[in-house]
């Protein structure tokens, strides 16, 4: 094996290993539930051990593989070893990576390294949930329908996942998928028809992807997304339902940065885009968005019209037909938008009674992570109305319930609850804010 010097590290090249192919290598071992929470965790010494016991290796034999001893690979595997060249070497020994982007650059640090490292980790794992004429340029074969049932597969199981821990558990092996099949769909060969439905879902996964950089507060990352699915409906068809997607999504952020009059303008460019034939479960959505809108900008009549028409609208859209992207969208999710709309008008005790509504309209069991948004809101306006021992249990089982880690949106909530708490002097609020500071500062 050889080795060259950059700057002062010593960076080993590691040949690609010949006694497995990429498919019988440490990434299918990463394609499981523990080595996506490893992934989530940034547990670079578990992400070792996973690769290495999926080849039936033990740490000496990796050890050899990749020019160190016995001891480091084991010190690496149990978090003590965190030197970026030692664990790059033995990632690349696995097949879990081919190159670290910034290796040959003096000027990145131990902690960039670690970052780079993990992120390309995450792609390699992406790759390997793709079928080859999709993840490997070599096998750039013609395309069919096979290969997008298998992408549209890869987004099933990352969506599951975002559902019980929140996006920022799966936003870079969705972020991973999104550029493979960007890249497919301008270099891969396929007839008209396979090129609508990998226009899909390319698009699908850009929205995905968006979502979940969204909710692990990556904001300028969620917004590229977003328009990158805008992007691919205007290549061709496939993506129309993208766009609309797309569009009300980026309405959420600008409500929340206080854009009232963008968040009007995206819904009503989402109706427009999804034209007069749309499900009125979806025109229930994008009025929801719209009063919102009109909530910020202080008028009142504009947001309860919009948001009665969002009412009426999903009440008629119970009709099972509605896309099956819009499945998340029910009275729970109606009962945000109005405690939002209520927030932003100071109009706190309507905004419980719909927190209220949404919170109990949810299941941990159904979504875990949309469940304990739910709850976080709710535990906010009852420290906002001053009831505070319920908003201290409530806000307790947030921070307990396994979604705070993977949900930034969570975790925001959360510190927006304690705020309102540490401006008293009752010993339990005390206590809940010393509690959040500890633990959404560790997640």
Same mark, same amino acid.
């Given at each position: 094996?050889?080795?060259?010097?950059?700057?002062?590290?010593?960076?080993?090249?590691?040949?690609?290993?010949?006694?497995?192919?990429?498919?019988?290598?440490?990434?299918?071992?990463?394609?499981?539930?523990?080595?996506?929470?490893?992934?989530?965790?940034?547990?670079?010494?578990?992400?070792?051990?996973?690769?290495?016991? $999926?080849?039936?290796?033990?740490?000496?034999?990796?050890?050899?593989?990749?020019?160190?001893?016995?001891?480091?690979? !084991?010190?690496?595997?149990?978090?003590?070893?965190?030197?970026?060249?030692?664990?790059?070497?033995?990632?690349?020994?696995?097949?879990?990576?081919?190159?670290?982007?910034?290796?040959?650059?003096?000027?990145?640090?131990?902690?960039?390294?670690?970052?780079?490292?993990?992120?390309?980790?995450?792609?390699?794992?992406?790759?390997?949930?793709?079928?080859?004429?999709? !993840?490997?340029? $070599?096998?750039?074969?013609?395309?069919?329908?096979?290969?997008?049932?298998?992408?549209?597969?890869?987004?099933?199981?990352?969506?599951?996942?975002?559902?019980?821990?929140?996006?920022?558990?799966?936003?870079?092996?969705?972020?991973?998928?999104?550029?493979?099949?960007?890249?497919?769909?301008?270099?891969?060969?396929?007839?008209?028809?396979?090129?609508?439905?990998?226009?899909?879902?390319?698009?699908?996964?850009?929205?995905?992807?968006?979502?979940?950089?969204?909710?692990?507060?990556?904001?300028?990352?969620?917004?590229?997304?977003?328009?990158?699915?805008?992007?691919?409906?205007?290549?061709?068809?496939?993506?129309?339902?993208?766009?609309?997607?797309?569009?009300?999504?980026?309405?959420?952020?600008?409500?929340?940065?206080?854009?009232?009059?963008?968040?009007?303008?995206?819904?009503?460019?989402?109706?427009?885009?999804?034209?007069?034939?749309?499900?009125?479960?979806?025109v229930s959505l994008l009025a929801a968005r719209e009063a919102i809108g009109h909530a910020k900008v202080g008028d009142t009549a504009a947001s309860v019209h919009c948001m009665s028409e969002a009412r009426r609208l999903l009440d008629q859209g119970a009709d099972g037909n509605a896309p099956a992207w819009l499945s998340f969208w029910g009275e729970g999710d109606l009962a945000v938008h109005e405690m939002h709309c209520a927030k932003a008008t100071s109009n706190f005790a309507a905004a419980e009674r719909a927190?209220?509504?949404?919170?109990?309209?949810?299941?941990?069991?159904?979504?875990?992570?949309?469940?304990?948004?739910?709850?976080?809101?709710?535990?906010?306006?009852?420290?906002?109305?001053?009831?505070?021992?319920? !908003?201290?249990?409530?806000?307790?089982?947030?921070?307990?319930?396994?979604?705070?880690?993977? !949900?930034?949106?969570?975790?925001?909530?959360?510190?927006?609850?304690?705020?309102?708490?540490?401006?008293?002097?009752?010993?339990?609020?005390?206590?809940?804010?010393?509690?959040?500071?500890?633990?959404?500062?560790?997640?």
């Amino acid at each position: 094996m050889a080795a060259r010097t950059v700057g002062s590290p010593t960076v080993l090249v590691v040949p690609p290993p010949t006694i497995w192919t990429q498919a019988q290598s440490g990434i299918a071992a990463l394609n499981s539930g523990a080595g996506y929470t490893a992934l989530m965790a940034g547990d670079l010494g578990q992400i070792i051990r996973l690769g290495r016991q $999926a080849l039936g290796l033990d740490q000496a034999e990796l050890g050899r593989l990749s020019n160190a001893s016995q001891t480091v690979v !084991s010190r690496a595997e149990r978090g003590m070893n965190t030197d970026s060249v030692v664990l790059a070497n033995l990632c690349k020994a696995l097949g879990l990576l081919t190159n670290q982007p910034g290796e040959h650059d003096p000027a990145y640090s131990e902690d960039m390294r670690r970052r780079d490292l993990l992120r390309n980790v995450a792609a390699a794992v992406a790759a390997g949930m793709l079928p080859s004429q999709i !993840s490997e340029p $070599a096998h750039a074969g013609r395309i069919g329908i096979s290969e997008i049932e298998d992408c549209w597969a890869a987004l099933r199981r990352l969506q599951a996942m975002e559902d019980r821990q929140g996006g920022g558990t799966v936003y870079q092996l969705t972020a991973g998928i999104a550029e493979h099949l960007q890249q497919t769909v301008g270099r891969a060969s396929y007839d008209s028809s396979t090129g609508n439905k990998l226009r899909e879902v390319t698009a699908i996964a850009a929205v995905r992807a968006g979502w979940q950089a969204f909710d692990s507060s990556r904001r300028d990352s969620a917004r590229r997304w977003w328009l990158e699915a805008r992007s691919l409906a205007d290549l061709g068809g496939g993506a129309d339902e993208a766009r609309v997607m797309a569009l009300a999504a980026m309405a959420v952020p600008a409500r929340e940065a206080g854009r009232g009059h963008e968040a009007i303008g995206l819904a009503r460019a989402a109706r427009q885009a999804a034209g007069q034939t749309a499900h009125p479960k979806l025109v229930s959505l994008l009025a929801a968005r719209e009063a919102i809108g009109h909530a910020k900008v202080g008028d009142t009549a504009a947001s309860v019209h919009c948001m009665s028409e969002a009412r009426r609208l999903l009440d008629q859209g119970a009709d099972g037909n509605a896309p099956a992207w819009l499945s998340f969208w029910g009275e729970g999710d109606l009962a945000v938008h109005e405690m939002h709309c209520a927030k932003a008008t100071s109009n706190f005790a309507a905004a419980e009674r719909a927190a209220r509504d949404a919170a109990q309209a949810s299941s941990p069991h159904r979504g875990l992570r949309n469940h304990s948004i739910y709850s976080a809101y709710l535990g906010n306006v009852l420290a906002l109305r001053g009831q505070f021992d319920e !908003s201290i249990s409530i806000t307790e089982y947030v921070l307990t319930a396994g979604a705070l880690a993977g !949900s930034q949106r969570v975790a925001s909530e959360v510190r927006k609850t304690a705020t309102v708490l540490a401006k008293t002097d009752y010993r339990p609020a005390r206590e809940l804010v010393a509690q959040v500071e500890r633990l959404v500062s560790a997640a």
